[in-house]
């Protein structure tokens, strides 16, 4: 079982950023594929950004060279850098982590066995 809490969410205004965090633990071996997914108001889950223990990324399009997804394996903590936020972004932000190798793009959430409760992120205009 992994264990996942994500931290630094909150309000922005429209430019700004912020970093997200995602601490695991509770593991007996380290996931392979981390990523982040995010849940806006009236909207489907959707992946943001994946990372592989080799420090591959993707991205979904609509934060690609906004958002930088990095992962510390020393602390084992995954981060999601957040820049150039809009209202577009608005949303609670999860941590998902599964022990298979990243889907070919951001993936979906059946595609990924353990979730943090999730860190809310909102955006003013």
């Known amino acids: 079982q992994v264990q996942l809490v994500e931290s630094g969410g909150g309000s922005v205004q429209s430019g700004g950023s912020l970093r997200l965090s995602c601490a695991a633990s509770?593991?007996?071996?380290?996931?392979?594929?981390m990523a982040w997914f995010r849940q806006g108001p009236g909207k489907e889950r959707e992946g943001v950004a994946t990372?592989?223990?080799?420090?591959?990324?993707n991205y979904a399009d609509s934060v690609k060279g906004r958002f930088t997804i990095s992962q510390d394996n020393a602390k084992n903590t995954l981060y999601l850098q957040m820049n150039s936020l809009n209202p577009e972004d608005t949303a609670m932000y999860y941590c998902a982590a599964d022990e298979r190798w990243c889907p070919a793009l951001v993936g979906k959430p059946y595609e990924f066995r353990y979730w943090g409760q999730g860190t809310r992120v909102t955006v003013s205009s």
């Open positions: 509770e593991y007996t071996l380290p996931p392979h594929c």
């Open positions: 990372i592989e223990p080799d420090g591959s990324t």
